[in-house]
């Protein structure tokens, strides 16, 4: 490897047998902490909050110096979320008629209810919580939350509401 390289040998075992240098050390300790606060976020991080962490635990470091050594070591931050690809589109099965015809002023309470279904991201999955509003009060009457997308979800939220 020596004549490849045109160096001399006695250069290259001085190379090796050299000590680390206090960066080297200091930078091998710092990357310790930095996967530690990484793994605990689940692996979502970049290099502002991981300095932020570190900066918690009373460290001293820049936020450039955590992005070189997250860089060197192949640590990025989740971005985003996955794009799906596909077509999701089309007529829906079943449609019920529109009974309100977009008149969203009601004079009696309890009269006319609306639901909805929001998805929540957690670090655990998904989160589905369907919601009943009365239109004439503008207040949650009903709501119910599951793990899973289910069609039981809303008649659970509608049930509470009666």
Not at 13 to 35: C, T
Not at 99 to 105: A, E, G, K, S, Y
Not at 135 to 142: D, K, M, N
Request: charged residues 25%; glycine residues 6%.
């Amino acid at each position: 490897m020596c004549e490849a390289l045109l160096i001399q040998r006695s250069g290259f075992y001085a190379w090796v047998d050299k000590p680390k240098s206090k960066r080297q050390l200091e930078d091998e300790r710092l990357m310790g902490l930095i996967k530690h606060s990484w793994l605990e976020s689940g692996c979502v991080y970049g290099y502002r909050k991981v300095t932020s962490d570190l900066k918690d635990l009373g460290e001293a470091c820049s936020k450039h110096r955590v992005a070189k050594l997250m860089k060197l070591e192949g640590i990025k931050a989740q971005v985003g979320y996955k794009k799906h690809k596909g077509h999701f589109s089309g007529k829906p099965a079943v449609v019920a008629d529109n009974v309100l015809d977009r008149q969203f002023t009601v004079a009696t309470p309890n009269r006319y209810w609306v639901t909805d279904i929001t998805y929540i991201r957690t670090h655990e999955g998904w989160l589905y919580l369907a919601v009943v509003l009365d239109l004439y009060s503008r207040a949650v009457v009903g709501w119910s939350m599951s793990s899973r997308m289910e069609s039981e979800l809303v008649t659970q939220a509608l049930l509470a509401a009666v």
